[in-house]
């Protein structure tokens, strides 16, 4: 059983930044896929970026393309997400999530989830 739990969310000023972690444990982290979702008040969870198991791998939204950088630490068992250039539009609770298989952009292929940390970007 895998275990999630994501930190590093808070409020920021909009053009600023923050760094999202998601710290695994349970399961063998460099086997699973891992994938960053959002959710903001009264919206559907939606998809924001996933990368492989390896690394090698990463796919964006659009609306965050360029802005936002998924990583991993296969050695630490933690993945991240930089985000820079953030607007009052990426207000939401992110969640990571993993999967072991490729990389999806949808969330009901994914088997484990955090419990969420919360951004808050002001205008």
């Known amino acids: 059983q895998v275990q999630l739990v994501e930190s590093g969310g808070g409020l920021v000023q909009a053009g600023g930044s923050l760094r999202l972690s998601c710290a695994a444990s349970?399961?063998?982290?460099?086997?699973?896929?891992m994938g960053w979702f959002r959710q903001a008040p009264g919206k559907e969870r939606e998809f924001v970026a996933a990368?492989?198991?390896?690394?090698?791998?990463?796919s964006y939204a659009d609306s965050v393309k360029g802005r936002f950088t998924i990583s991993r630490d296969n050695a630490k068992n933690t993945g991240y997400l930089e985000m820079n250039s953030l607007k009052p539009e990426d207000t939401a609770v992110y969640y990571c999530a993993s999967r072991r298989s490729i990389p999806s952009r949808h969330s009901y292929q994914y088997n484990y989830w955090g419990q969420g940390t919360q951004v808050t970007v002001s205008s």
């Open positions: 990368i492989s198991a390896g690394g090698g791998s990463t």
């Open positions: 349970g399961g063998t982290f460099s086997s699973y896929t």
